[in-house]
């Protein structure tokens, strides 16, 4: 395997790692996270299993975000009627990852004790947006999914087909780390990781794929049979065998799962992209963002003189004088 330029084996610590194998014409990303990750989880304090669904929505909006070639943003966020209603993940690029959820901590106890539970059965019928914001002077791009039983992973899949229409293979691992605390008990941490392969050929007719499931077409419809290009089921084939704790095992650099997929084909590695625990609020922010309540609202606030504003991403707690932002 080829590395261009060479990388230490901790280059994909919270790090999005660009890799490219040319004899398949495939582009990818990898990353694992840890400190980052265990950073921007830490100062929510989430049930489980909701920082185990945020930590696959992180990872993925890694991946997603580091492939930005401009100065913008990424937002992934999802809305739902499940336990979790609201998932938010902002990339700010070149580096800034911040995250949230909403939930309803009974309902995700409920779902969690289920048997064969997985983190996206928090998610119930809904929808996930995939926001692309370039800056004032071009036009915000949104890419929209239907939620109903779709995991992250499939919803990433079906977002690249519709909207992107690039064959596109994601995977997601995020474990629970448990470690014996100084004064007794466990101290827990997470581990997180992903892998994202696309097929890039130079000529468009190999890029063709299946069609997506027909959906609500009348009855005996079916989706038309088309051959894929043999190099993207071989590369394909090859990332469905990641498994979960292969991309979460922290003495397994990137370079080693890169070798174990494509060391037959050759893969080269790329300037690995490090990632921020980094919010995009501020003071100024939060009084443009209070311009927008109402007037009855305002009224209130300039009465009650000082007001407490919390940053649901960071948790950081602003304080402003209602009398200040809103002077005539």
Known sequence: MTNTPAQPVSAGVDAVVPFAVEALDVRGRVI??????????????YP???????????????????????????????????????????????????????????????????????PDDLLGKGHLAFTIDQGVHTSRYQGIVVLDGTTLEEAAHEYFQKSEQIPTLVRLGVAEMLTKADEGGADHS???????????????????????????????????????????????????????????????????????????????????????DKCSCSQEKISTMMQNFSEADKTEMKAEGLVHIKCDFCSKDYELNANEVFKD
């Open 190 to 276: 997470w581990l997180a990781g992903g892998i994202m392969v696309q097929f890039l050929p130079q000529s468009e007719d190999r890029i063709k794929q299946a069609d997506i499931h027909p959906g609500d077409a009348p009855e005996g419809h079916e989706a038309h049979p088309l051959s894929e290009d043999d190099a993207w089921v071989e590369a394909r084939s090859l990332v469905e065998t990641v498994k979960d704790d292969e991309l979460i095992d922290p003495n397994l650099s990137v370079e080693g799962l890169l070798y174990r997929l494509f060391h037959e084909r050759g893969a080269s590695v790329y300037t690995a992209q490090p990632m921020a």
């Open 48 to 118: 489980a299993p909701v920082n185990k669904l945020l930590s696959e929505a992180i990872v993925l909006t890694a991946m997603l975000g580091s492939t930005l070639k401009f100065e913008g943003r990424l937002t992934l966020q999802a809305q739902s009627d499940g336990a979790v209603s609201m998932l938010v993940v902002d990339f700010n690029a070149p580096d800034g990852l911040r995250a949230m959820a909403q939930f309803n901590t009974e309902k995700v106890a409920e779902v969690s004790a289920k048997e064969g539970f997985k």
């Open 32 to 45: 694992n996270m840890g400190p980052v990750l265990n950073s921007m989880l830490a100062r929510h304090q």
